[in-house]
């Protein structure tokens, strides 16, 4: 389980695109939230509980690297990602 001081690391941030999963066992389903600082938000559940789970840093376009992740057990339900919003240059 991700902590406050995680959490409070995408306050204020803008969202960029949502990414959802769904299909697999272990997580049933994903929600990822796509900031316009190339950072990922996930959020999955296996049964009732909603967990939040972070990733900074991607080095690469954060859409880019969410699309092909699990892809083997897991399909996408949504995609929004608004490419005009992300850093053009991500670290």
Same mark, same amino acid.
């Given at each position: 389980m991700a902590s406050? +001081? #995680?959490?409070? +690391? %995408? %306050?204020?941030? !803008?969202?960029?695109?949502?990414i959802v999963k769904e299909?697999? @066992?272990?997580? &049933?389903?994903?929600?990822?939230?796509i900031f316009t600082d190339n950072s990922v938000c996930e959020l999955y559940s296996d049964e009732s509980?909603?967990?939040p789970s972070? !990733?900074? #840093?991607?080095? &690469?376009f954060a859409a880019d690297w969410?699309? @092909?992740y699990m892809d083997d057990a897991m $399909?996408? $339900?949504? #995609?929004? %990602?608004d490419m005009s919003l992300m850093d053009k240059n991500p670290s």
């Amino acid at each position: 389980m991700a902590s406050r +001081k #995680d959490i409070l +690391k %995408v %306050v204020g941030k !803008t969202i960029a695109g949502v990414i959802v999963k769904e299909g697999g @066992p272990h997580p &049933a389903s994903q929600c990822f939230l796509i900031f316009t600082d190339n950072s990922v938000c996930e959020l999955y559940s296996d049964e009732s509980e909603i967990i939040p789970s972070f !990733t900074y #840093d991607r080095g &690469a376009f954060a859409a880019d690297w969410v699309r @092909p992740y699990m892809d083997d057990a897991m $399909k996408i $339900k949504i #995609d929004l %990602v608004d490419m005009s919003l992300m850093d053009k240059n991500p670290s």
